[in-house]
């Protein structure tokens, strides 16, 4: 039933209309929203940590993270695709540069393009955002800067290809049948369009490999790609070409707090199930469910 | 300067949009926050525009795919010129009335709607390399699927039943005669396990072994969706949480600039 404030007052079963007056004013003093306090001392929690671990890597850079396979891969990638002959096809899927696995996806770029430049391989980027597509630009000539061949750099290269979706699944796949690419890297962010893009790569015979945060599409690309960069993995990516320790800082701090969530899930799950038995167990599982919510 | 500049705003940015998320009261100045981000994206859309031409204008002059780029240039200003003259015909290029509302709903929706259709196609192909029984995951795979796939159909509970029968079958068949260089008491579990599976295709055929399968085929569905699924689903949720706020927090803190140049 919905509620609303006029002149007349009426009530039709599910919409009544009371007297104005009572009308709710809008606050207009600023203040902290205290629901959010938990929130607020989780990031304070995961900073401190984060400050803590920056200072451990700094004496001792040599922090250990596990092997992604997928971002081994890429050498080989690269290193076929001169062979071959052929260009890179490199796509952050579809979105602007606000999303963070879009960003997360530039920084893998720049290590393609970085090792594209050294066997003189073209990386094309075709993009859905005009944003993403000024940075994409920004991030490829600096990484021809770094590596030293700032004439390999080609602006026609990083392309707009349209801002729809299916539009550019299609573009993609007309631009994949045509080129034959050596090695296709979809790292960002994808929606429906993402098992048309990667059955594409596998059709034109390219080494694919797929990186995203995008939950629902993570099995189409496990199906379709050569390697894939499981969920924040994607994250973790730059940190772990770089091995710069202040990035690897960051990533065992997220380990860690992924240690904290499965100590607390398991603590919680065995309380839950001794509740079965005990009912005082549940009471537990109460509170710490109050806590953390 | 021009590193410092941009990744200072970056930091100013980043501290005021979470400083503003954890005040009550300051929602418009958020509302704000988003129409100048709106803005600016608009004004971005231009830059696409500009690469777009260009793009295409030296694909023809260096005599590379003429035919396609030709046809998108030729689109391109066809549809815009018709935007503005329905704009300024009927007021809006989408009005009720308008004659660009005939070519978005005569050529742009159709031409969308079959790409989205050839997904079929792709899931197809890709679930029959993805369902290759190569190795046990795979086979667990293959099962699961299956199970899903069968109890998400109309008339799951008979289908479900026979499928399985007939899975069983041609399992127990494949095993009871493909016996080539197996002797003695090998050869004899093998078709003893061969005679067990077909033996079963027909025993899950008996009246209250089918309607015990066909009438669980559903829960069982439901239950592989909602707990193992959703357990996996869950861990890579908090992976991907845990990574969001490490890789924002590097980006804040300036450690992260391979995003800019």
């Known amino acids: 039933m919905r509620v609303y404030y006029g002149k007349e007052k009426f009530d039709t079963g599910w919409i009544t209309v009371k007297l104005e007056n009572p009308i709710p004013q809008k606050a207009s003093v600023i203040s902290f929203d205290t629901s959010k306090t938990n929130i607020l001392i989780g990031i304070l929690l995961f900073s401190a940590l984060f400050v803590f671990l920056l200072y451990l890597a700094r004496i001792n850079p040599r922090l250990y993270i596990r092997r992604i396979a997928g971002l081994d891969a890429i050498d080989e990638a690269v290193g076929r695709t001169a062979e071959m002959g052929k260009p890179i096809i490199y796509t952050t899927g579809i979105g602007s540069i606000d999303n963070l696995a879009i960003l997360a996806g530039l920084t893998v770029l720049k290590h393609v393009t970085k090792k594209s430049s050294l066997y003189e391989v073209s990386v094309l980027m075709p993009n859905n955002d005009p944003l993403t597509l000024a940075a994409a630009r920004e991030v490829v000539k600096e990484a021809y800067l770094e590596s030293g061949r700032p004439d390999l750099y080609r602006e026609n290269d990083i392309f707009f290809l349209t801002s729809e979706q299916f539009g550019f699944a299609s573009g993609m796949s007309g631009l994949m049948q045509r080129l034959r690419p050596g090695a296709v890297f979809m790292m960002g962010y994808f929606y429906a369009e993402s098992l048309i893009l990667a059955e594409n790569a596998y059709v034109s015979g390219a080494i694919s490999t797929a990186g995203t945060t995008s939950i629902d599409q993570l099995p189409f690309f496990i199906a379709s790609c050569d390697h894939t960069l499981i969920g924040d993995e994607l994250y973790a990516a730059s940190a772990y070409i770089s091995r710069n320790p202040l990035e690897v800082a960051s990533i065992k701090t997220g380990d860690w707090f992924k240690a904290l969530s499965a100590i607390i899930i398991s603590v919680g799950s065995i309380f839950a199930t001794l509740s079965i038995f005990n009912p005082q167990f549940g009471e537990v599982v109460k509170i710490m469910v109050n806590v953390l919510k | ?261």
């Open chain 2, 1 to 261: 300067m021009q590193r410092q500049g941009p990744i200072a705003v970056v930091i100013l940015s980043a501290l005021f949009s979470t400083t503003i998320f954890f005040l009550r009261g300051a929602e418009d100045i958020q509302t704000y926050a988003l129409i100048v981000a709106i803005v600016i994206s608009g004004f971005a859309l231009l830059l696409g525009v500009d690469s777009l031409i260009l793009y295409h204008m030296r694909n023809i002059q260096e005599g590379k795919n003429t035919l396609f780029s030709g046809v998108l240039l030729i689109s391109f200003f066809i549809t815009v010129i018709w935007g503005f003259f329905a704009w300024w015909r009927y007021g809006s290029p989408f009005a009720q009335d308008s004659t660009f509302m005939w070519l978005f709903l005569n050529v742009y929706l159709p031409l969308d709607a079959t790409m989205f259709s050839i997904l079929a196609f792709y899931i197809a192909s890709a679930a029959y390399r993805a369902f290759r029984a190569r190795n046990f995951n795979a086979l667990i795979l293959l099962i699961t699927a299956s199970v899903i796939m069968i109890g998400r159909v109309l008339y799951s509970n008979i289908v479900f039943p026979i499928a399985l029968s007939v899975f069983l079958l041609l399992a127990g068949l494949w095993i009871f005669t493909n016996t080539r260089k197996l002797y003695g008491s090998e050869l004899l579990f093998r078709r003893f396990l061969g005679g067990f599976l077909m033996g079963g295709a027909f025993v899950i055929l008996l009246p209250p072994i089918f309607n015990f399968l066909g009438g669980n085929i559903s829960a069982l569905t439901d239950w592989l969706l909602s707990v193992p699924q959703n357990a996996a689903k869950r861990g890579i949720y908090l992976g991907l949480g845990f990574g969001q706020v490490a890789f924002a927090l590097r980006i804040m803190f300036g450690i992260e600039r391979s995003w800019i140049r």
